[in-house]
């Protein structure tokens, strides 16, 4: 009963303040009654400076020409202020450069189409409403004659380095066809012949003199943005530590030649769960694997101690 009259009179202290408090504030005059309060904001949108010397594949971007300078800014400021997108490129490029470059390396490609993977799937196993697939966002007929196995059981579009294989052989056959690195990147998405038709048609060479419908029109700028942006982070205000990036977990590799009749336990024989399994090969599209021609697959295994 002692510690309720101290709480009682706690309280009526409280509310005596708190009357006090609101007859010391001034009351609202005509001129301000109704109004916002004004709210003191310390973030800032700025324009960009047009960075010197922005290239792909060491082409240049030619925005001296004022058409050019438009569109490129529009992506620099798009990609620069969708923020939780770009630290996210940030993240993922981290842990999956380090499988794409040695492959375009070792193919002959420059290095700058990883940035070309970045904005076709968001470096993610993608699937777009017309059927591509993966980080490459493989067409079925464009894989099957590659040579990647395409069905209900087994889809090696999902496979990284089978698909960077591919997306190689794709864009060194434009390269020779169109001429250039920058219209190879352009025929990734409008195909070698659209690009081709539309060079012919308007009498021009080059990539930056096309008229093209949005998409492909905005996708060389997308991708030198892209490039500019994980180059230079600081510059256009991402802040993070080398720990706040996603690591690719290393694997072993494990040949079967045979059928697998339930990857659940094939998993457990290594000492990981079927999803675990699946993170690092999501090629294998069912909890089994058919086999029936005796074909060598390659399994992903997670070196020991990365998941608990």
């Known amino acids: 009963m002692h510690i309720f009259k101290n709480i009682l009179a706690a ?3 409280v509310c005596v303040s708190g009357l006090f408090i609101f007859s010391m504030q001034k009351a609202p005059s005509d001129e301000t009654f109704g109004k916002e309060t004004p709210i003191v904001n310390d973030y800032n949108v700025y324009a960009l400076e047009m960075p010197e010397g922005l290239n792909f594949a060491g082409e240049m971007v030619p925005v001296e020409n004022p058409d050019i300078f ?3 800014d529009r992506e620099l400021l798009v990609n620069t202020y ?3 997108n770009g630290l996210l490129m940030f993240k993922r490029s981290q842990k999956y450069f380090p499988v794409i470059e040695p492959i375009l390396k070792k193919n002959g ?6 940035y070309l993977a970045v904005i076709e799937s968001g470096l993610t196993n993608a699937v777009s409403p017309a059927g591509a697939r993966g980080f490459w966002q493989i067409m079925k007929t464009t894989a099957r004659e590659n040579g990647l196995e395409v069905n209900a ?3 090696e579009r999902y496979n990284l380095e089978m698909a960077t294989e591919v997306a190689c052989k794709y864009l060194k056959k434009a390269k020779e066809e169109l001429g250039s690195w920058t219209l190879a990147a352009a025929a990734y998405n409008a195909g070698n012949a659209g690009i081709s038709r539309r060079l012919k048609e308007q009498g021009v060479s080059d990539y930056y003199d096309l008229l093209l419908g949005e998409e492909t029109g905005r996708y060389m700028f997308r991708i030198v943005a892209l490039k500019e942006i994980l180059n230079n982070p600081s510059t256009y205000g991402f ?6 990036l996603y690591n690719y977990i290393p694997t072993y590799k494990v040949e079967v030649d045979t059928a697998v009749t339930d990857f659940s336990t094939f998993a457990k024989s290594f000492g990981i769960n079927y999803k675990i399994l699946k993170i690092h090969n999501p090629w294998l599209r069912e909890r089994h694997l058919n086999n029936k021609s005796r074909k060598k697959y390659t399994i992903e295994i997670p070196k020991e101690g990365y998941y608990k």
């Open 109 to 114: 490609v420059p290095e700058d189409f990883k």
């Open 11 to 13: 309280v009526g202290l």
């Open 153 to 155: 059981n087994v889809d």
């Open 239 to 244: 802040n993070f530590n080398t720990g706040d």
């Open 70 to 72: 438009e569109r490129m």
């Open 82 to 84: 969708w923020q939780s």
